[in-house]
């Protein structure tokens, strides 16, 4: 009677065990086909609206109507070269209205490249914070921490931002890695009354890299008391829980050979 106890209970554990294995395969391969669908859904989210942004060529306005009429809140595309970072950007009433939304406004995991929700639409602010989901293959703001790379930073410091008035270049300036809770990287609000020299403070700080021409073409436009634009790129990062890598870069920089402010040149905010 024993040993029937015995075997039975070895049988049972077997079959307990072979269930276990069983139920993880299972949940493996369902994992590999949701993680299939939402990378799906972002390609076939993007792929209509690029096609859009290459037939308008040279013409922004017609690719921002054909945009603008699937969804109003397109307010910019995004380039970032030698990236895969290529989308149409929005603005919805909250941070949340696009972080599981696409263009289409369907429901997606991977959501959509958005602005934040006290920026202007039209990044005449001093500082516009632009965020997105990090997903891997290269999709939406993953390619954002490509920039922690530091050859990678060096040899990569284009892009483009795209308005309805025409293309505006960007130019990078640093790159970091800190904590969603900062509160000077996601309040744009706090940047608003920003002096000269705070600017560079904050664009210096805690900088994992900085990219010596952008800072000294935001240094020369401060000076010249030009109007300043800085756009930054925020994504998710794995060094620690609520890490974010943040890129920032440089609207419109203009080259300045020589700024002389009442007789300094204009290195005069360090």
């Avoid at 306005?61 to 290529?86: C, E, G, K, P």
């Avoid at 289409?104 to 602010?125: T, V």
């Avoid at 293309?167 to 904590?179: F, G, Q, R």
């Amino acid at each position: 009677m024993a040993k029937k106890l015995i075997r039975f209970g070895n049988g049972l554990i077997t079959f307990v065990e072979i269930a276990a294995i069983l139920a993880a395969m299972l949940y493996s391969g369902y994992a590999l086909w949701d993680n299939h669908q939402v990378y799906t859904e972002v390609e076939n989210a993007t792929r209509g609206l690029r096609e859009i942004k290459n037939l308008s060529g040279d013409e922004p306005i017609s690719m921002f109507a054909q945009l603008r009429f699937i969804n109003r809140d397109v307010t910019s595309w995004i380039t970032m070269d030698n990236t895969a970072i290529d989308y149409p950007v929005l603005k919805g009433t909250s941070n949340f209205t696009y972080i599981n939304k696409n263009v289409y406004g369907d429901f997606a995991l991977a959501g959509s490249i958005f602005m934040d929700f006290r920026n202007s639409a039209d990044f005449s602010d001093l500082y516009t914070l632009l965020l997105g989901h990090d997903m891997t293959g290269h999709r939406m703001f993953s390619d954002v921490n490509l920039y922690k790379d530091p050859d990678f930073f060096r040899t990569n410091q284009t892009g483009t931002l795209t308005l309805p008035d025409g293309e505006h270049p960007l130019l990078t300036i640093s790159c970091m890695v800190t904590s969603a809770g900062n509160s000077l990287i996601f309040n744009p609000q706090n940047w608003r009354s920003a002096t000269p020299e705070r600017i560079l403070r904050y664009v210096q700080e805690d900088m994992m890299h900085v990219n010596p021409k952008g800072l000294e073409t935001l240094k020369a436009m401060l000076a010249a008391g030009m109007d300043v634009h800085i756009v930054a790129l925020s994504t998710c990062s794995g060094e620690f829980s609520e890490a974010r890598t943040v890129l920032l870069t440089l609207m419109d920089p203009v080259s300045i050979p020589a700024v002389i402010i009442n007789g300094h040149a204009g290195e005069c905010f360090e």
